[in-house]
């Protein structure tokens, strides 16, 4: 009986469309109050369906071939808690994201090291993006 409960229960909630005029309807308002959009966050996949942001190989040859990572320029989206939102993920100090080893933290600011070359990512008030701290 828990199984098919747990089982139903979520399907009973996405399907039910009252919540969802609800909660747009609340959003709305909150835009209204505020006197301008709120500005959606920017993540680069659907957590809610994680294979479509994965590429499929192609069938080819069984020869080696040595391509260079180009890495891009990491993307920082939040701060919470002493962890940063970086790429897609989250990670703590002295973590590796895309050839780069977290140094430093801050309230608004990552520190990234990537050999002698350090990169400092930070958060702007005007980006409209989350910034919290647990007490």
Same mark, same amino acid.
């Given at each position: 009986?828990?199984?098919?409960?747990?089982?139903?229960?979520?399907?009973?909630? *996405?399907?039910?469309?009252?919540?969802?005029?609800?909660?747009?309807h609340?959003?709305? *308002?909150?835009?209204?109050?505020?006197?301008?959009?709120?500005?959606?966050?920017?993540?680069?996949?659907?957590?809610?369906?994680?294979?479509?942001?994965?590429?499929?190989?192609? %069938?080819?040859?069984?020869?080696?071939?040595?391509?260079?990572?180009?890495?891009?320029?990491?993307v920082?989206?939040?701060?919470?808690?002493k962890?940063?939102?970086?790429?897609?993920?989250?990670?703590?100090?002295?973590?590796?994201?895309?050839?780069?080893?977290?140094?430093?933290?801050?309230?608004?600011?990552?520190?990234?090291?990537?050999?002698?070359?350090?990169?400092?990512?930070?958060?702007?008030? %005007?980006d409209?993006? *989350?910034?919290?701290?647990?007490?």
């Amino acid at each position: 009986m828990k199984k098919l409960l747990l089982t139903l229960l979520p399907c009973y909630l *996405l399907s039910d469309t009252s919540a969802t005029e609800q909660i747009a309807h609340k959003l709305a *308002l909150l835009e209204a109050q505020i006197h301008h959009p709120l500005r959606q966050l920017q993540i680069p996949y659907d957590p809610f369906h994680p294979g479509q942001h994965v590429q499929k190989r192609k %069938n080819t040859k069984s020869s080696y071939r040595h391509h260079p990572k180009n890495h891009a320029k990491p993307v920082l989206s939040m701060i919470f808690d002493k962890k940063a939102f970086i790429n897609g993920k989250w990670v703590k100090e002295n973590q590796k994201i895309a050839d780069y080893v977290v140094t430093k933290i801050s309230e608004d600011t990552v520190f990234l090291r990537k050999g002698r070359k350090i990169i400092k990512l930070s958060l702007s008030e %005007n980006d409209g993006i *989350l910034i919290a701290k647990e007490e």
